[in-house]
């Protein structure tokens, strides 16, 4: 059963100094805040609006003792407010009212954010983030340090979650031993892109495909599946096969029931090629939804044309940055640009919120 929001919240440090004129609970602001934001809100106003429009609501299960909180009370509290506690807290709630719903197939990626290039002296601002691509929520995210690159930091992220019915992943530069380690301890399952970056397990892979072929897959437990798209000017054309219990794949790499190899043929304009490429799992599962775990890996970078504001890596591509603010506000907008959608652009203006507000709730 998940955990009531209401409660997620109680252990979140509070930055407050606590005085007579402490007139919210630290969890009262952040529940609001966070429903509001899932509602669609944009600005501390809004937030404290939607507050009041639904405050009958809350009060089934906040004290309020002094009601809604003001857009001013909105805005300091967050920015003082620890993002790590927060995210922490919002993803571990995210994650069990995602598995409340079944097996969670979740993207590991990253991404820079947009205009922090020519903001900062030390260059672009990066982050790596999980996404669970069914239910298009963020269950996590860490910034990459200075210095450092999405590899380095993928294993302090698979730390903090909880993986246990969870299916993840994760792209050819997330390839790694001691990610896929890491997962597996966590009562989770993994679908690795295997490139060029590890020789050995891709020569191994290779091999597995094409001695399965020379024998026109006798003796090899396998299944297939292909599927067809039209759009842009392009015709796609994906086959996908999943080679069960795979012999020849390195110790090192723990608990690989399958190779899925994936054959692409792209034919724009007449001109026709073709692809081929390799992932490794610890999950045994049918062609069909292997292949959909694949196509649905992409929805961290490309929203559905049906669904614009999902929260998913182009959120801090579409979230611009300052240059005047300097490095430390970039550090903020890193760690709050994977707080509930849209949080993003109020916790790092300084200037006070917008005044034509939207209402979409």
Known sequence: ?????????????????????????????????????LAGAQTWEAIALYGRTKEAFFRRFLPLANGIPSHDTFYNVFQALDPDAFAARFGAWMAAACRAT??????????SVRGTKKATATGCLHTVRAWATANRVTLGQVSVPDGSNEIAVIPDLLRVLEWKGALVTID???????????????????????????????AAVETVFATACETAFADVRYDQHDACEDGHGRHDERYVTVIYDPKGIPDVWRDVKAVVPVNRERTVDGKTTRTTHYYLSSHAGTAEVMAGWI??????????SEDRRSDNLCAP??????????????????????????LIMPVNERSAPPRRLPRPW
Request: glycine share 10%; proline share 7%.
């Open 295 to 304: 196509r649905g890996h992409w929805g961290i970078e490309n929203p559905r």
């Open 172 to 202: 050819a530069a997330g390839c790694q031993v001691e990610n896929a380690a890491l997962i597996r301890d966590r009562e989770g399952d993994d679908l690795l892109t295997v490139k060029g970056n590890q020789p050995g397990l891709l």
């Open 317 to 342: 591509r579409r979230c611009g940055y300052h240059r005047h603010r300097g490095p430390t506000r970039a550090g903020r907008v890193v760690r709050s640009a994977f707080r509930p959608r849209r």
């Open 102 to 111: 079944g097996w969670i197939p979740t993207a590991i990626d990253g991404k």
């Open 1 to 37: 059963m998940t955990m009531p929001l209401a409660a997620v919240f109680t252990d979140v440090p509070d930055p407050r100094r606590q005085t007579k004129n402490t007139k919210h609970q630290l969890a009262d602001i952040l529940v609001i805040a966070t429903c509001a934001v």
